[in-house]
């Protein structure tokens, strides 16, 4: 049995991707920060044998590495944690603080924690790290302007993946970035074009046919490459 690590699954994609990699028979182990909005996520653990939760702030690197001697070795891990900060602070109005506690979470938290799995990774035949990105990180596709702190964030996020794919890769491991589209999340809004399940879905099938060639690419839940 395979067995993947999903932060941030106590809704939205991340819940979604737990139940798809349960649905496929795999051991899924699954962070949430608070109990109070993982109600769904821990009555799901009720009932499934191959599901196991983990309180876990991914901004506590010490916390990471007590839970990170606990684990079984690992699989997959997919970094799904994120935070998109305020909305509707546009030029001159962007509040540092928060694009400081942003970048922490969807930037820094992604490497230290793949660095702290490592060594949970490095025996598995499948190795496969895949951060969620996101298109609004992408230079190119930066039509619009705005969206200083969570562009920023996750174009810093697709450079981490691009330079862990060329340090790793050699060494069996598949690094993706993956944008899930515009899903029906607290995050992307009532107006988004997709649901979670369809988004991990997707995702699953990126992830499932994933090999090393495509290690340090950007792509979307339909396998298509984006630009950076």
Same mark, same amino acid.
């Given at each position: 049995?395979?067995?993947?690590?999903?932060?941030? *699954?106590?809704?939205?994609?991340? +819940?979604?991707?737990?139940?798809?990699?349960?649905?496929?028979?795999?051991?899924?182990? *699954?962070?949430?920060?608070? %109990?109070?909005? %993982?109600?769904?996520?821990?009555? +799901?653990?009720?009932?499934?044998?191959?599901? %196991?939760?983990?309180? +876990?702030?991914?901004?506590?690197?010490? *916390?990471?590495?007590? +839970?990170?001697?606990?684990?079984?070795?690992?699989?997959?891990?997919?970094?799904? %944690?994120?935070?998109?900060?305020?909305? /509707?602070?546009?030029?001159?109005?962007?509040?540092?603080?928060?694009?400081?506690?942003?970048?922490?979470?969807?930037?820094?938290?992604?490497?230290?924690?793949?660095?702290?799995?490592?060594?949970?990774?490095?025996?598995?035949?499948?190795?496969?790290?895949?951060? =969620?990105?996101?298109?609004?990180?992408?230079?190119?596709?930066?039509?619009?302007?705005?969206?200083?702190?969570?562009?920023?964030?996750?174009?810093?996020?697709?450079?981490?993946?691009?330079?862990?794919?060329?340090?790793?890769?050699?060494?069996?491991?598949?690094?993706?970035? =993956?944008?899930?589209?515009?899903?029906?999340?607290?995050?992307?809004?009532?107006?988004?074009?997709?649901?979670?399940?369809?988004?991990?879905?997707?995702?699953?099938?990126?992830?499932?046919? *994933?090999?090393?060639?495509?290690?340090?690419?950007?792509?979307?839940?339909? /396998?298509?490459?984006?630009?950076?």
């Amino acid at each position: 049995m395979k067995t993947v690590f999903i932060t941030g *699954a106590n809704r939205g994609i991340g +819940l979604a991707l737990t139940k798809k990699y349960l649905e496929s028979g795999f051991k899924v182990h *699954a962070t949430y920060r608070s %109990a109070s909005s %993982a109600h769904e996520l821990l009555s +799901l653990e009720v009932s499934e044998s191959n599901l %196991a939760t983990h309180t +876990l702030d991914v901004t506590d690197y010490g *916390a990471v590495a007590k +839970l990170v001697q606990t684990l079984p070795d690992i699989d997959i891990f997919i970094n799904n %944690a994120g935070y998109y900060g305020p909305k /509707g602070y546009g030029f001159g109005n962007t509040d540092v603080e928060e694009w400081r506690k942003v970048f922490e979470i969807n930037s820094i938290a992604p490497l230290k924690l793949t660095e702290l799995l490592y060594p949970k990774l490095i025996n598995s035949s499948v190795k496969i790290i895949a951060c =969620l990105s996101s298109k609004v990180g992408s230079m190119t596709e930066n039509t619009s302007g705005g969206g200083y702190v969570y562009r920023s964030s996750k174009a810093a996020l697709n450079s981490v993946v691009k330079s862990l794919s060329n340090d790793l890769t050699s060494q069996g491991f598949t690094v993706l970035a =993956l944008h899930p589209g515009w899903v029906q999340t607290e995050m992307g809004g009532p107006h988004a074009l997709i649901s979670t399940s369809a988004s991990a879905s997707g995702l699953y099938k990126v992830i499932r046919n *994933a090999s090393l060639d495509d290690s340090g690419k950007f792509l979307n839940f339909e /396998g298509e490459e984006l630009p950076w």
